[in-house]
């Protein structure tokens, strides 16, 4: 923990060393199958390090791995930026509160003017599918078991039926005050 909070690398060239002196992280490497550790911190105010297990080449040399982790924070850093670019497009269309974007090809999000719903934020890939189901079919007042017909390559089962209600109660349950 000192090493992560200074910024320092950690350079670990035989765990068999740590055996006497550390025996909890011994077994931790040994389990994972590490002879060798190298790791630097990623990101400026480091919350974790990139590690290399068994490095072949610069065992005791950590400026590689640096120039990696380097390349890994511009890449999350170009995507936030991307995805506030993104977010600004969609927000300027968005005239009143009755507008609503909807994209459900490739990252399936809505948005409104007060709320913004994506996979990110909803890690339920039933909901969304159901949620894609019912936005495509607005007419139709489907039951669960219908629903569950459609999400499922089989006949619909009270089991399936009752998966489809837990998740559309979830779903109503954590975002049902988002337009409000």
């Not at 990139?50 to 400026?63: A, E």
């Not at 999350?76 to 974007?101: G, Q, T, W």
């Not at 890690?123 to 007419?139: C, D, Q």
């Given at each position: 923990m000192t090493a992560l909070k200074a910024g320092d690398p950690v350079i670990i060239d035989d765990v068999s060393a740590l055996k006497d002196t550390?025996?909890?992280?011994?077994?931790?490497?040994?389990?994972?199958?590490?002879?060798?550790?190298?790791?630097?911190?990623f990101w400026k105010r480091p919350s974790g390090y990139i590690v290399v297990r068994n490095p072949?080449?610069?065992?005791?040399?950590?400026?590689?791995?640096r120039i990696m982790a380097y390349v890994a924070v511009s890449t999350v850093n170009e995507s936030r930026m991307l995805e506030n670019i993104h977010m600004k497009e969609i927000k300027a269309e968005i005239k009143?509160?009755?507008?609503?974007?909807?994209?459900?090809?490739?990252?399936?999000?809505?948005?409104g003017a007060k709320f913004d719903l994506d996979e990110n934020r909803i890690n339920s890939p039933m909901g969304w599918h159901?949620?894609?189901?019912?936005?495509?079919?607005?007419?139709?007042?489907?039951?669960?078991?219908?629903?569950?017909?459609?999400?499922?390559?089989?006949?619909?089962?009270?089991?399936?039926?009752?998966?489809?209600?837990?998740?559309?109660?979830?779903?109503?349950?954590n975002y049902e005050g988002l337009t409000e």
């Amino acid at each position: 923990m000192t090493a992560l909070k200074a910024g320092d690398p950690v350079i670990i060239d035989d765990v068999s060393a740590l055996k006497d002196t550390h025996p909890d992280e011994y077994d931790n490497y040994t389990r994972l199958g590490a002879e060798a550790i190298i790791g630097v911190p990623f990101w400026k105010r480091p919350s974790g390090y990139i590690v290399v297990r068994n490095p072949k080449r610069n065992k005791l040399d950590s400026n590689m791995l640096r120039i990696m982790a380097y390349v890994a924070v511009s890449t999350v850093n170009e995507s936030r930026m991307l995805e506030n670019i993104h977010m600004k497009e969609i927000k300027a269309e968005i005239k009143s509160d009755n507008d609503l974007y909807i994209n459900l090809f490739g990252k399936m999000e809505i948005h409104g003017a007060k709320f913004d719903l994506d996979e990110n934020r909803i890690n339920s890939p039933m909901g969304w599918h159901i949620l894609a189901y019912l936005l495509l079919h607005p007419t139709r007042n489907a039951g669960y078991g219908e629903l569950a017909g459609h999400l499922w390559d089989e006949p619909p089962t009270q089991a399936t039926a009752n998966k489809v209600r837990g998740a559309i109660y979830r779903f109503r349950r954590n975002y049902e005050g988002l337009t409000e």
